[in-house]
């Protein structure tokens, strides 16, 4: 009788060669070395089957880790798929108020842009409309004096004062 376990095989060959022996020796020696071997067989069956069954307990808790940490990724993948889904509506409204301020940085670029050149002519008129009231002031103080007898008191600094306190009788716009 060989065995093919791997724990004790040579001890079974020894043993069923020695029953062999035996046998031929005498019955009651054979009978008691059969009892023996039969002992150790299923000494090594229930060896076996305990074997089989811690290494399925193995396997199942294995299964289970394995089903516990598919569970938990699941888990951490709605997580990370709800946030990634509020980060990507964060976006789209960074994305839409930055279009809304671009924009209203153009206008108000353009603004001052018109503006600037609106107080460029104002200034190019004001002081265009300040040298030709002065002139016009010499000019008429001057003229004044020498044919009229009556504005002869009549100077440049009343014009003057004349032209500061209504200065949109004199405006002359250009642009």
Known sequence: MASSSG???TGSLSAAAAAAAAAAAG?????????LMEQRRAKRMLSNRESARRS?????????????QAAHLRRE???VSAALGITAR???????????????AAELSAR??????????????ASTNTATAA????????????TDPLLGGFDGASFDDMFRSSPEMFMFQPC
């Open 77 to 79: 993948n709605a997580h």
């Open 112 to 125: 001052l842009g018109s503006l600037q050149d609106i107080i460029a002519c104002m200034n190019a008129t």
């Open 135 to 146: 002139a016009v002031a010499l000019t008429v103080a001057a003229a004044a004096a020498a």
């Open 27 to 35: 019955g009651a020696e054979g009978e008691e070395l059969r009892a």
């Open 90 to 104: 964060g976006l789209l409204a960074v994305d839409a108020e930055n279009a809304v301020l671009r924009t209203q």
């Open 7 to 9: 724990s004790g095989s």
């Open 56 to 68: 399925r307990m193995r396997k199942q808790r294995h299964l289970d880790d394995l089903a516990a």
